[in-house]
């Protein structure tokens, strides 16, 4: 029975135990299933958002790299250059050449070509000045040296200036000294280039002018006028200036000595010191007679070789001589041979003005801002837009041009009246002016005085000096002005046609002509707007008693 009972009971309990035992297995096996797949599908999201950044940045790493490295790459061969950055005239000139030389549809008369006249405006009544400045008489006779520096109207400047302060302080002047530079290397004395008799004949009623020092004065020096002591003067000094500080030391001493002088005094100056200064540059300055008489038979050639256009002729200031190239810093066409060539002369004429730091040679900016010399080939692209055709003559105002064989071509296929000096001229006739820069800058001076069209291509003293003596002269500066930032932005654009460049210069040939006659309403007087360039109205009194006394 026993037996019987746990065999039953063994039984039941094995199948009560078999039976109930896959159902709690069931039921824990479901609890921990779903929340290991929710756990495994959350993970692989996880990771697979993962991959997909680690991919989407491993690309964008890839692109911009790809960019880092092929846009150098690709602005290398394939350059942006802003417009007018660098140069293409000559690209633009083949391509244009045939329209250029096949067009004589808008050709202008020299007689035609300035169409406005001045207006000048009413002023006081013209006071000429006929005293002198007394400030002390009792004071004994004072003596005033200068050394002129720089160029031919540099030189001119200062001549002025000179004059100006020898009449404020009332100082008697000495012949003005011309300074010895190493760019320009001319040897040249006043009585070179300037007539000593007439300067010192024209000023005698305002300033007395001598050729030589008392000799009391000069036993203090040993005859020696560099040991005479120099007064330093700051740039653009007032006139008040000379008066409270240089006069003083000029009453102690009898004698005066400023070097260098070229900008020593300010361009605002009362009105009888300011007329001084007309009347030195407009009346005093006579060039010598060796430079008059060879400039006038210049003039005479240029009028018979001008014969087809009533005698009248086109004068151009060309500016591309190596020094003026190498001093811009501009690039070119020449590629490395220019740039090492450019380099050579930059150190054999300044030394290491140019490699020092804070000297930017930046040659983009510099033909952006219109700042660099055009060349031959610009200046004949420019003239034949404006209309003169190509029976125009050409008077060529210029040093020894750059590489000239390779850069007057393309003008003279343009102009083929194109003169010089040196071709006006025979090899006797310029052999005392060989050596002697301003000497036969004075020359060329001369012939662009009367010339009916006077082009500028570049900044500096020598068209500012003209433009002002035209002025003075004619009532009209006859100067063409370009507009150099208009134009090197054309002459980028290698697509450009004949037409649209054409018209183009009309409108800048219209722009000069304003120019000619306007007077600058100017608040304060610089450099940039003195009487050397603009005359009127401060030297307005002098041309009517000049005209007055012609009558």
Known sequence: MDATFNYYTSTTTSSSSSSSSPTTHFTKTSRRKVPRRRENLLIGKFFRRRIVRYLLLFILLFVSGMITFISPLFAMLYPNYPPGSIYRSHEVFQNLLEDILSDHSSDIQLS??????????????????TTRQHLETSIADKYLIIEANGGLNQQRASICNAVAVAGLLNATLLIPRLNFHNVWRDASEFGDIYDEEHFISTLKKYVDVVRELPKELMEHYDFNISKIPNVRVPAWASARYYLEQVYPVFKDQRILRIAPFANRLASSLP?????LRCLTNYEALK???PITTLAKSLVERMTVNSSGSGGKYVSVHLRFEEDMVAFSCCVYDGGKHEQLEMEQIRERGWGDKFKRKDYIIDPVRFRIDGRCPMTPLEVGMMLRGMGFSNTTPIYLAAGKIYEADKNIAPLKKMFPLLHTKDLLASIDELSSFQGYSSRLA?????????????????????????????KFKYGHAKTIIPDKRKLVVLLHNTTISWHTFKNEMQVMLEESDHKGVAIPKIKKLTRKNSIYAHPFPDCQCLQESRFSTEE
């Open 112 to 129: 035609d070509v300035w169409r406005y006249k001045m207006k000048m405006k009413e002023h006081k009544p013209c006071l000429t000045p």
């Open 287 to 289: 060039f010598s007679i």
């Open 442 to 470: 004075a020359l060329d001076y001369i012939v662009c005085l009367f010339s009916e069209v006077f082009v500028t291509t570049q900044g500096g003293n020598f068209p500012h000096f003209l433009m002002g003596h035209r």
């Open 271 to 275: 009105f009888h010191i300011q007329y």
